[in-house]
């Protein structure tokens, strides 16, 4: 039984980001429509580009939210749709918290607010992070549960000078928490779930998208030899299509009403990162081996993520190693 059936309309918000553009193009292939939002309609163009040549026209189309934050911001989107992912986040990556939190927080409560109008609406996803459940702490060996919440780092981001990593984090951990404070209290008529990526590599849709500021990006810095990402600690890696797909299983899967979802494939460091694109690259000069970067030792509840993906698509985890591959390879293009 599926929660929403094929041929109905999800909405996307957010829907140019990095992650947010694969999760349109699996509602896609599976057989849904598509209404996107972005905070300007030529955001979408590449988008509408994209989709009509393989799904047709009429598939996909995009609505404009210049401020996720304003009252009634997604009235207007929410309208006439089954289900909807919410993936439009602040990602000023400022590290001032009074700009960052409150508008994450608030953008998120207002599409709650609005699908909570729209009778149409029978389940929503919100993206959450793997920031909200704990921020990457090498070597340690920290067992993290389904009630694992990152209370360091909202408390770290309103002390002196926090660096933006934390405040987004912070973000991330109140935004979800407020998702759970309001499908508790409200009992909404339609299913919730939250899914928790961790660091994203894999095929970058967005013409140019190699230069954002998503995860995305970080393999691709590596490959061009930037030596600055290597300034982030090993945490784990999820394929962008896994991160997707489990977009797609949350939202139509009864199963997920309530679940907090963590997606998260297997631990990488950079060190290991650079072995495979050696191997797979090997006429290229990559940078050297970083010393003493330790690695994650944490447990992670992932397992029902995992068999999320069994039952709707019949794969487990992608590896990294392919992963990677797709990272890179309309850089050799």
Known sequence: MSTIPKGSTVLITGVNGFIASHVADEFLAAGYDVRGTARSMAKADWLYERFDKTYGKGKFECVEVADMVHEGAFDEA????????????????????????????KGTLNILTSASKEPSVKSVVYTSSSTAALLPQPNKEIKVTKDTWDDAAVEAAYQPNPDAFTVYGASKTEAERAVWKAFKETKPPFQVATVLPNANFGTILQPGGENSSSTGSWVVKLWNGDASILDFPPQWFVDVRD????????????????????????????????????????????LEDKEGEGEDLCQIPNEDAEALLQKHYGHGWTPLEESLRANTATLKA
């Open 243 to 286: 991160t997707a797909k489990l977009h797609v299983a949350a939202l139509i899967d009864p199963s997920a009403n309530g679940q907090r979802i963590f997606a998260f494939a297997e631990p990488y460091s950079w060190n290991k990162l650079l072995a495979i694109l050696r191997k797979q690259n090997p006429d290229r000069q990559f």
């Open 78 to 105: 929410v309208k006439g749709v089954s289900g909807i992912c919410h993936l439009a986040s602040v990602l000023s990556f400022s590290s001032n918290p009074d700009e960052v939190i409150p508008p994450t927080v």
